[in-house]
């Protein structure tokens, strides 16, 4: 049932994030600006708002936090899709109003919603898939295991499924149809995921427990009785008794007006420093290494790619076989556990990974690379200074629906670096297809090593952070996850000509290799001697994700 409940919550998001981008090109004229602003913004965001996010998640019943998180988003989904209809309806009216101040108002308006549907989302998936599957899965590792791989099977299908959804309907239909559809498609699944997550909650009693307290108002909502369907441990009765009859309303204190506004940075601050201070601090900074990349099939590497003379037909079916690689990592993910344990899989997958980014790298000094150390990175942007040209504009409406993929990031190297004599027939001289047939070579190859080691990451998170700390914690790596992302598109800001990709590929690389070596390291003081001894350890055994000095339970 909560897998159901997945397929909806992401098919819902990777048509509206593949949508929102796509919708704001059109909006402003074919222009990249709006994308780009919405990027920034959303990264941005959760960079700053991340810890406090997960901190609420801890402070708050599951069911509230899930029921709300799932409301917020999908009523803002429903509400920017409302105003980007009438945007599209009575565009030319309001670009006359008020020297089109209301326009652009209307615009900032579409990013700041459609900014909290996204942090609304960031929340949703904390609670569902770093706490909510923990506590259903019980003791029970293995199965831990086996509900991450399917659920990252989902999203992988949809990441291909939800897109193809969208584009058919804007392309046979107009933006505004799609609109249309995708608010209701999430008015519709927001009432069915509703219904599903109260079954779960009514079906696992044990959600109610949290932090070593029994939340009595939710267990009597769901008719549960104390004694016979929850037993919890006599350490945690005497916490729930002294919790409850202990509680004096005269205790609470007035809190002063400064101290309510240093709040959010005292908890800014105090996430960092827990998730600094976490046994598995360079398994997750490991992970979030591996968003410092070109190396993936996001609006760069696609704009890349037309350059070298790839079509739209092409690109669409290297996506799909880099969508059974990744469903190809899962199922490699849950074998590797059950014969090697939990971090030796990532280490396996790390190796495995970088050896297929190998290719990439030998790419960048193969024929048909366009590779050139003497072109200045910065040329483009010192013209567009100096010269004060027009922002650049998409060579054919084809080109659109390629431009942003389900990512949600801005496509900051496609108008820019795609030039009026790329298409082939235009061309005199072919070029050369060795590179970039490498090159995408090696990104899809990776996928298997990459979706095995981030399930691995995924899963020490979930086994050995308490629980008190489950929502602040991840909160801050989705953090760092997108302040890398962000770097990466800064890296592409500043050197956007296709001649200067190569040294974006070989720094990519480079960060992935650093973000493997956090990760031996982190695995070398977990298991010490024993980290290249690959037993078959018994699935009902304890798994070897507790690094030393952990006592958390899940």
């Known amino acids: 049932m909560l897998c159901i409940y997945s397929l909806l919550l992401l098919k819902g998001d990777r048509m509206w994030h593949f949508a929102v981008s796509v919708f704001l090109v059109e909006l402003y004229g074919n222009s990249l600006l709006l994308t780009a602003v919405y990027g920034l913004v959303v990264a941005g965001s959760v960079l700053l708002l991340g810890a406090i996010i997960g901190d609420w998640v801890d402070k708050n019943s599951r069911l509230k936090v899930a029921q709300t998180s799932l409301v917020v988003q999908n009523a803002s989904v429903i509400l920017c899709g409302i105003i980007l209809m009438i945007i599209f309806l009575f565009k030319t009216q309001l670009l006359t109003l008020y020297h089109g101040w209301l326009l652009t108002m209307c615009y900032i308006l579409v990013i700041t919603i459609a900014n909290i549907a996204n942090l609304a989302s960031t929340a949703t998936a904390i609670t569902i898939q ?3 599957i923990v506590v259903v899965a019980g003791e029970d590792r293995s199965k831990l295991a086996d509900m991450n791989a399917t659920i990252r099977r989902i999203d992988q299908l949809t990441n291909i499924l939800a ?4 584009g058919q309907i804007m392309t046979f239909g107009s933006p505004m149809i799609g609109c249309g559809f995708i608010s209701g498609w999430n008015l519709m699944s927001m009432c069915v995921e509703y219904l599903l997550l109260w079954k779960v909650y009514q079906k696992t009693p044990t959600l109610a427990l949290k932090c070593a307290k029994v939340e009595e108002s939710e267990l009597k909502q769901l008719n549960v009785k104390k004694e016979s369907d929850v037993k919890p441990a006599e350490g945690v009765q005497l916490i729930v008794e002294k919790d409850v009859t202990g509680f004096e309303p005269q205790q609470e204190k007035e809190i002063s007006c400064a101290a309510r506004i240093a709040e959010p940075f005292i908890t800014f601050r105090d996430g960092w420093v827990a998730y600094y201070n976490q046994p598995v601090f360079l398994a997750g900074m490991g992970l979030a290494f591996l968003y410092m990349t070109v190396l993936g099939f996001d609006c760069i590497t696609t704009g890349y790619a037309y350059t070298q003379g790839l079509s ?3 690109l669409s079916l290297l996506m799909g076989a880099s969508a059974v690689t990744g469903i190809m990592g899962t199922v490699a993910f849950t074998w590797l556990r059950r014969k090697c344990g939990l971090i030796r899989t990532g280490l396996i997958s790390g190796i ?3 050896a297929c980014l190998v290719l990439c790298a030998i790419s960048v000094f193969m024929p ?9 990175p910065f040329a483009d942007i010192s013209a567009r200074l100096f010269e004060s040209e027009p922002l650049p504009t998409i060579a054919s409406p084809e080109d659109k629906p390629e431009m942003v993929f389900v990512t949600g990031m801005p496509n900051l190297l496609n108008g820019s ?3 009026a004599d790329s298409d082939p027939e235009m061309s005199p ?8 047939s490498l090159l995408f070579a090696g990104v899809i190859a990776a996928r298997v090593g990459l979706w095995s080691f981030d399930l691995t990451v995924t899963q020490l998170l979930q086994e050995n952070v308490v629980e008190s700390e489950r929502g602040i914690i991840n909160g801050v790596q989705n953090s760092m996850n997108y302040l890398l992302d962000l770097l990466h598109f800064i890296m592409v ?3 956007p000509n296709p001649e200067a990709f190569g040294l974006l590929v070989l720094i990519s690389v480079s960060f992935v290799a650093m973000g493997h070596i956090m990760y031996f390291r982190f695995a070398q003081k977990s298991l010490g001697k024993q980290l290249f001894v690959c037993c078959t350890p018994d699935p009902k055994a304890v798994s070897d994700s507790s690094p030393p000095g952990n006592t958390s339970t899940v």
Not at 163 to 166: S, W
Not at 368 to 376: A, Q, Y
Not at 429 to 436: G, N, Q, T
């Open 130 to 132: 770093r706490d909510w």
């Open 163 to 166: 897109p193809m959804a969208v």
């Open 312 to 314: 739209g037909s092409v």
């Open 352 to 354: 495995a990974q970088f």
């Open 368 to 376: 048909g690379s366009p590779l050139d150390l003497t072109v200045s």
């Open 417 to 419: 670096t795609t030039p």
């Open 429 to 436: 001289e072919p070029v050369p297809l060795i590179s970039v």
């Open 493 to 495: 800001i500043l050197a």
